[in-house]
């Protein structure tokens, strides 16, 4: 017998059962619920309707943590404003979600590829193949927060469904022990993700109808999520005005067409103006939108546009002002 044996309570449990309490309780987004156990047996339909239903709850779940996702998006809007970046890093799903948010903010507002960053754990090529193995290691992480040679003037969301990703976790504590603004993104609550950043959001979204398949509600729930940090801290920046991408980058058929009616919508004015005043201004389309509002030329435009920190409507009201007319408004009438 152990002669360490009688020291312990006696507990009634076997060896199987103490295991069990030795191991980190299994989080919501992992867990199996029973009622489920035949979704294999439905007809197509009505499984589909099973997870229409469960998807239809994440965006409440979301909106419930509006208050907190405004915190985050005006410390990163700050942070920004100086001259700062925003970074994801995550693994697997939650990873590829940052690289994909990262990568539409230069065609959607003009930004330098550099300003917004997507870390994942295996590089590059886990966006399209699975490195499962890579989210396990730290070592990971705080080697990708060096390479990009982050600042106190930067700020790092990671984001984990489980909120206890290795690799997203230590990213958050690299970032912090160099004065980054750090925020966790995760879908439980008092995960360790939260725990190790400044800011927090735990979208608490429950169990998948896929036991533990996190690419779905949790996954829609992060991407809700890094929609609404993106696009608000851009609007912030002045990135658009009104609803308008007038930061877009016109580098196809599409979005120079999109361009022209961004143009036309801001102002009003005919084909024949904006052909112009696109031209002009090489085809930026807040700019062209200031030459035809504030009737000045590009070069005025431009100046202007720099006072203002890139803030569209703040340059048309100085333009405005000097000439004492008023403001127009994003569809070309007064403010």
């Given amino acids: 017998m152990d002669k360490h044996a009688t020291d312990r309570p006696s507990t009634g449990l076997g060896p ?3 295991d069990d309490q030795d191991r980190p309780a299994v989080p919501p987004t992992e867990t199996i619920r029973p009622e489920w156990a035949s979704i294999d047996e439905l007809p197509t339909a009505e ?17 419930g943590q509006l208050e907190r996702i405004a915190t985050v998006v005006d410390a990163v809007a700050a942070r920004m404003a100086h001259g700062g970046r925003l970074v994801y890093a995550g693994a697997g799903t939650a990873g590829r979600l940052g690289v994909l948010d990262a990568a539409e903010c230069p065609p959607t507002f003009g930004t330098d590829p550099a300003l917004v960053v997507g ?11 699975a490195a499962e193995g890579a989210e396990d290691r730290p070592d990971l992480a705080e080697a990708d927060v060096a390479a990009i040679a982050l600042t106190p003037a930067d700020a790092l969301v990671g984001i984990s469904a489980s909120g206890r990703t290795p690799y997203a976790v230590a990213a958050v504590r690299a970032a912090r022990a160099v004065g980054a603004l750090t925020v966790g993104l995760a879908c439980n609550r ?8 400044e800011l927090a959001v735990e979208v608490e979204v429950g169990p998948e109808v896929l036991a533990g398949s996190t690419r779905l509600k949790a996954g829609t729930a992060q991407k809700l999520v890094l929609n609404m940090v993106s696009t608000a801290v851009m609007v912030r920046l ?9 930061d877009l980058r016109a580098t196809n058929t599409k979005l120079r067409e999109r361009a022209r009616r961004i143009v036309a919508e801001a102002t009003g004015a005919d084909d024949r103006s904006i052909s112009h005043a696109l031209s002009a201004t090489d085809g930026r389309a807040k700019d062209a939108i200031l030459l035809l509002l504030a009737d000045v030329d590009a070069p005025t435009a431009a100046r202007l546009l720099t006072s203002a920190n890139g803030h569209l409507r703040e340059a048309l009201r100085a333009a405005c002002d000097s000439r004492s007319v008023p403001t127009p408004s994003p569809s070309g009438g007064p403010a």
Avoid: F, K
């Fill in 238 to 246: 002045g990135r658009t005005y009104g609803n308008l991408m007038v």
């Fill in 47 to 63: 499984l589909l309707r099973l997870m229409n239903a469960e998807d239809r709850t994440v965006a409440a779940v979301v909106g």
């Fill in 190 to 197: 008092g995960s360790a993700l939260a725990a190790a950043a």
């Fill in 119 to 129: 870390l994942i754990a295996g590089g590059r090529t886990a966006v399209t193949q």
């Fill in 16 to 18: 199987t059962d103490h």
